[in-house]
């Protein structure tokens, strides 16, 4: 088992450019989540999927922001335009609905937006 | 509003000498809480799940305990290796949505 891959590990861009963040969860795994973390804001759920489908978007903190899962084995999130205020580590994550008290997260994908 | 808290925020412990990591929640309707170790430059990794008060769970020389308005983690004589940040977190409602503390920062000096 591979666990959950993103790619890629490490992104510097500039602002207003797009940036596209990749995620491969689990085989079987049926829940996709997306995290941020931050120095002053710890780690927050941005979105998660269920089969699919968008199920709470609620965290996702702007319109720059979106979120696609095409097939049960790839998701992106994407930014634009990115800004300076964006930099943070993303993290993603899937776990199975049989067992719901355990997730399991990927390496994540530093970003900064210079 | 739903807010998990952790302390200390940082703790540096001799080899040996055992500890314990508190996590303070004030929810609406808690389904479970959770313990995560995360490792510098990598994903939180899952160590336990308390679901209601008095409820203990044990793995190595880590014990995690909940009440009703609390947890600890209990770090028995403590290796180099223990060294991280423990993430405690919280799921209510729906049960879906992780609610995350800030984390405790331990570090073990050989």
């Known amino acids: 088992d591979a666990g959950v891959i993103q790619s890629p590990r490490h992104e510097v861009t500039e602002m207003g450019q797009e940036v596209t963040l990749r995620c491969k969860p689990i085989?079987?795994?049926?829940?996709l989540f997306w995290y941020r973390q931050t120095m002053m804001r710890g780690l927050e759920l941005l979105i998660y999927?269920?089969?699919?489908?968008?199920?709470?978007d609620s965290g996702m903190p702007e319109d720059r922001f979106s979120a696609k899962m095409p097939n049960a084995s790839f998701s992106t999130l994407k930014i634009q335009p990115s800004e300076p205020r964006d930099s943070a580590v993303y993290f993603c994550a899937s776990r199975s609905s049989g067992r719901p008290d355990t997730q399991y997260f990927g390496p994540g994908t530093r970003l900064t937006v210079l | 509003e739903d807010q998990v808290t952790q302390s200390p925020e940082a703790l540096r412990l001799q080899e040996g000498e055992s500890s314990s990591l508190n996590c303070s929640y004030t929810v609406s309707g808690l389904r479970g809480l959770f313990w995560y170790r995360q490792d510098p430059g990598k994903g939180p990794e899952f160590l336990f799940t308390l679901y209601s008060a008095g409820e203990e769970k044990e793995k190595e020389r880590l014990k995690a305990t909940l009440t009703k308005k609390e947890s600890f983690l209990h770090i028995t004589a403590p290796k180099p290796e223990d060294s991280a940040t423990y993430l405690c977190a919280v799921t209510i409602r729906s049960g879906q949505n992780f609610v995350f503390g800030p984390g405790t920062r331990l570090s073990v000096l050989p």
């Open positions: 999927f269920n089969n699919n489908v968008p199920i709470d």
């Open positions: 085989s079987g795994h049926d829940y």
